[in-house]
């Protein structure tokens, strides 16, 4: 064994300082891991305030649209055309002051005093389940497509998006947006007036994470190729052209701010009875066959934050394709990836992974459809792959009625291949898992599990 007293202070510093830094580095274990990060208190609610009451781009669309765009599918004029809109995008009542725009949106500026609407990140990331808005859950109603060609005519027109922002209701293409923004960006976030075509890929069809489980896990995104513990990573929708190098550096404490927040969200509790004696035997189920990807829960949790390679879990492999070189290697290069100072420490770097990551399973109850694209509507037909429909609607609300307690999710409607409507916004409403990135197939280790067994495992996990 060395004796690191014999070696020179000018060594010994340099040994340390690689061996601390690698420690550190992304591609390493998180400190985190197996444990569930600690926020700073106070970091926490400045980002909560951050969160709710500020805009992080500029407006999207005019002032006084919600009013009005209802023109553009009803000729009579709705009781609430707040609320009529609210409906038809998929978006949920804030549940916080919002100045009375539904959650997602709120007062924006066009520069220059012209006011409008802007985007918010609970667009995507806030849900409603039984009828209650819930801030830090996917939105699985969104009809982003429908938000960004209807919105910005005021009820006076439609407008031609640059791609797809989505193919199917509840879904999104945010990974083409990510690539499609830092095409007007060098490496140091300089804009460029002519975009480079990064070939962003809009068929992705990706289901939204719920926020709180972000604390448990040492990577994000369905196939864990970005750091939990990057901030500017969270900061990539920011990308106005109006946004220069100096607005991020600017608002990355903010989003740091708000990165904790998000650590502190905890996932909504089951509300309806549960069979403890049935629930018991399904966590007999759950040990024996679940929790050595997905984690144990309890007294003594675990998350084991593994990635699952896609030729064992089998689901669609599209998504894990949808990422070009070309913007690999750009968003490598870019000011994105160098977050941290000092020697050798170059950043959070994303990862090229070959399989999607095992979520942890906090409030699974609440977070229906399942699969990394919204492919499979319950938990039941998760765990049974036989009965998952192959194309199917439903109602895209949330109230208690709409949701299915037996097989834990939403109610679905099966759909003929042969009743799709010509009208686009209706088209998206029924999930096809025929399209391209919409596969339902895989995970089928449930297929193995008795009825008893899977009815018992059904009861744990709303519990969880």
Known sequence: ????????????????????????????????????????????????????????????????????????????????????????????????????????????????????????????????????????????????????????????????????????????????????????????????????????????????????????????????????????????????????????????????????????????KYPFPVNPDLAKQGEKVFRQNCAKCHGTYGNTPAYPNKIIPQEEVQTDSHRLKGFPEAFGKKYTESWFTREREGWFADGYQGRVNHGYQAPPLDGIWASAPYLHNGSVPTLGHLLDSKTRPIRFTRSFRTEESEYDKERVGWKVRPVGPLATPTDPHEARKIYDTGEIGRGNGGHTYGDSLSDAERLSLLEYLKTL
């Open 1 to 268: 064994m060395h004796d690191f007293r014999k070696i020179p202070l000018g060594c010994a510093i340099l040994l340390w300082t690689l061996l601390y830094v690698d420690s550190t580095r992304a591609d390493a274990p998180d400190p985190a891991l197996g444990s569930v990060r600690i926020a700073d208190t106070a970091s926490a609610k400045r980002g909560f305030t951050a969160l709710t009451t500020r805009s992080f781009t500029p407006a999207n669309f005019p002032a006084g649209s919600l009013q009005t765009v209802w023109k553009l599918w009803t000729k009579s004029k709705p009781g609430d055309p707040v609320g009529a809109a609210r409906e038809r995008f998929g978006l949920s009542e804030a549940p916080y002051p919002n100045n009375g725009m539904p959650m997602g949106l709120r007062s924006g500026s066009f520069g220059f005093g012209i006011s409008g609407i802007s985007l918010d990140c609970m667009v995507c990331h806030g849900g409603s389940i039984l009828g209650k808005p819930f801030l830090g859950l996917g939105n699985a109603n969104l009809d982003l497509q429908a938000l960004f060609e209807e919105l910005p005519g005021a009820g006076t027109r439609r407008l031609r998006t640059p791609y797809q922002f989505s193919r199917a209701r509840g879904t999104n293409e945010a990974g083409a947006t990510a690539v499609f923004l830092l095409g007007f960006r060098d490496a140091d976030l300089g804009v460029h007036l002519t975009r480079s075509d990064l070939k962003p890929v809009d068929t992705l069809c990706e289901d939204v994470p719920a926020w709180w489980l972000l604390k448990k896990k040492a990577t994000m995104y369905a196939t864990g190729e970005g750091d939990a513990r990057s901030v500017r990573s969270i900061m990539q929708f920011s990308m106005s052209p109006l946004h220069g190098k100096a607005w991020f550096e600017k608002e990355e404490s903010t989003f740091r701010d708000i990165l904790n927040y998000l650590y502190t969200i905890e996932a909504p």
